[in-house]
């Protein structure tokens, strides 16, 4: 199949629609991305069409897509105030997927019912630790789909951490934005930290391979994408309780740290540092890492989009 997955004006490849491109392509399929989401006639003959959600529309002022195939979008961010918008952008697509659990009902009540709660993901070939033998370009170049944890264990090696935590993302300007209260004082408490902000792909990669933890705080209590980042790097993972963990198999404490409040975080850190709790720590890290390789990558959600447009992969689905 041909598909074409639209964009607006944008320079940026990090988003979630680079990787579903890469594992379509692997699966077989042709993919066009295009930045004329309003000029279906210059994309030639395709069999679907796709927008991926990855706040673009804070970045740029987006035109208005002309939909004119059998359609999908994937919104994200609806928990960030711009609901409306991304509403309304979607009611013209056949299928429409919401990683944020909470926006499924708002969908629905707003006369969306076909909406579906996929959560994010991440891109195994990318956050995995490094491979035993070979370059890491050679992850793009063979993409190696489905993800089989058996074979994954005996490529990847271990490295040894240089952080206490590491974070890569937003550091709210808003001194009372809890984000940023919280990180302020895990700073001061634990001073051998690591944060990135605007790093991506190979450098945001290495950052959390090279932590103990990762450290994750939620906007709004909602699943985001560095929890499954950090699960893919096979670091473990301490954040806040997000909404839709239980659903998803997940455990505190078999795949995770959770945390309540600001002095419960900076107590369990301490805890989870303690070099005596290294093995368990890793156990911790692999549990989460394994979990990500059964069922939650960017290839098990591009499966699921396939199957969306009528393609069922069979027993090669991972």
């Not at 066009?32 to 002022?61: H, N």
């Not at 309304?88 to 909406?115: C, M, P």
């Amino acid at each position: 199949m041909r598909f074409v997955i639209t964009l607006g004006p944008t320079k940026r490849t990090e988003g979630t629609y680079t990787f579903v491109k890469l594992n379509l392509e692997a699966m077989g399929h042709e993919v066009l991305v295009t930045s004329e989401m309003d000029r279906p006639d210059l994309w030639g003959k395709a069999d679907g069409q796709i927008y991926i959600d990855f706040s673009q529309d804070c970045l740029s002022e987006l035109p208005e897509a002309k939909v004119v195939l059998p359609s999908l979008c994937w919104q994200s961010d609806t928990h960030m105030g711009n609901a409306e918008y991304r509403l309304e952008q979607s009611r013209a697509y056949d299928h429409v997927w919401v990683a944020q659990k909470s926006a499924t009902q708002l969908f629905k009540e707003n006369g969306i019912e076909r909406a579906e709660w996929v959560h994010h993901t991440a891109e195994h070939n990318l956050w995995c630790p490094p491979l035993r033998f070979g370059r890491a370009e050679d992850r793009w170049n063979n993409l190696r789909v489905p993800p089989d944890p058996v074979e994954w264990e005996k490529m990847t090696c271990e490295i040894a951490p240089r952080y206490s935590w590491g974070l890569v993302g937003y550091f709210p300007p808003d001194p009372e934005h809890p984000r940023r209260q919280l990180f302020e004082v895990m700073m001061k408490e634990f001073d051998d930290w690591a944060w990135g902000g605007g790093v991506f792909f190979e450098d945001a990669v290495r950052l959390y391979h090279r932590s103990r933890v990762v450290l994750n705080r939620s906007v709004a209590g909602e699943i985001n994408i560095r929890m499954f980042e950090a699960f893919g790097s096979r670091t473990m993972l301490m954040t806040d309780r997000m909404e839709g963990m239980p659903d998803l198999g997940l455990v505190d404490g078999e795949h995770y740290i959770g945390y309540d409040s600001i002095g419960d975080c900076v107590e369990k850190m301490g805890y989870w540092l303690d070099p005596a709790r290294d093995e368990r720590r890793r156990e911790i890290a692999w549990n989460g890492w394994r979990w990500f390789l059964h069922g939650h990558t960017c290839y098990h959600a591009t499966a699921r989009l396939l199957k969306a447009f009528g393609v069922d992969l069979g027993e090669n689905k991972g």
